[in-house]
């Protein structure tokens, strides 16, 4: 609603509190489930060693072995869950996440990827074999071929132990196809996380062993944690991006013209009012002009067809103003300041900008603009007065070119 107003600022504010809201009932949420599955851990650690005393079974031992690595990885999960979390880079988030799972386990190819829902691409721009870089992949999220492809059109994530055996379950159109980029070896124990905010998949995790069997189902589970910490950490750095590019536009906005680019008035009377209150010891030139024939333009072929003189007229003018700022005041009204203006300067300026508007066709006629100039002569003078004698003398050109223009009709 205060977009639709124009009021962004008021925009920018509550965008950042339902941002801040949805990162802390996010976050809120994954330390519950990572609670929940603590305490089911260690319920069921309990019970296996109770069995254990029992039995003294061989694989009761190993699975009581199994949960306590589990349950020791989960309060890694945790502590790395806070740092990812903390982190508003995506460069910082893929070496917390990469050194975290190389840790926990082994990975012989890896890679985390982000999903554009929009174009229909996963984006693979973080992507490793043998802890070396790989080239960098686009994959059309429509790719049958495509693993990262099965589990977004199929809204799962895959745990494939052992690829040779099952490919065909994901892949049933197609015959065998090698997994990884080494020429020696190809991964066959796979995993692939989504990455989840909102509801929406925004990317992917993969892990691959060349080894068959490498990982658990508890490994998956631990990727699976992780990856919802990544999700809002992505989510999180995604949205600062979108707030900073917002930021930088409304500034932009702020001082600048929508149409032509050039400065606003809001910015001419920002540098004119710092002139006036600071000493200026370099001589300043103001040049004030306004379009001719602009109403006749829009009468006769229509206001896109002004938008387009307008345009052109700015062009005109920034092209010959050197490093001087030039503004659109409003409507067809345009300034530049010169600074380290001469009178001769400023003449040679307007005569350059006259010449050139004459011979820019524009539809049926040419560009037509009146120029006025002042030079601020005396240290006290203001340039409110300058701007004043610089429109009395575009006004009295604009006369003469209305004369002339009446003689000819």
Known sequence: MYEAQGDYKEALYHQRCFTQVVEEVAAVRIEDEIEGMKLHLEEASKKSEAEINLLRNVELKNKTTELEKTLKNLAHISQIGRQLTSSMDMNQIYEILRNSIYALMHVDVFGLALY??????????????G????????????????????????????????FYDDYHKYLPDLSYVSVGVSKSQSTTCIIYCRLVSEDACI?????QSYKPYEYSETDFEVIKALASYVAIAISNAQKKNIINEKAKELKYLSYHDPLTGLYNRRYFNKLMARYNHNSIRSPIGL???????????????????????LVAIANVLRSHAADN????????????????????GLKELIEKISFDCAHTQMGQSPLSISLGFELKQAQDQSLDDLFNLAETKMYQEKKVIHLNQQKMS
Do not use: W
């Not at 409003?330 to 009178?343: K, N, Q, W």
């Open 116 to 129: 554009n829902q929009a174009d229909g691409m996963i984006d693979y721009n973080y992507f490793e074999e």
């Open 131 to 162: 802890g070396k870089a790989l080239p960098l992949m686009k994959i059309d999220v429509n790719d049958r071929m495509s693993l990262a492809s099965y589990c977004i059109l199929n809204e799962t994530d895959l745990f494939i132990q052992s």
């Open 203 to 207: 990317g992917l995790i993969t892990m």
């Open 287 to 309: 040049i004030v002009g306004d379009m001719n024939f602009l109403k006749t333009v829009n009468d006769t072929q229509g206001h896109l067809m002004g938008d387009q003189y």
């Open 325 to 344: 700022p030039v503004f659109r005041l409003g409507g067809d009204e345009f300034a530049i300041l010169v600074r380290d203006a001469t009178e001769a």
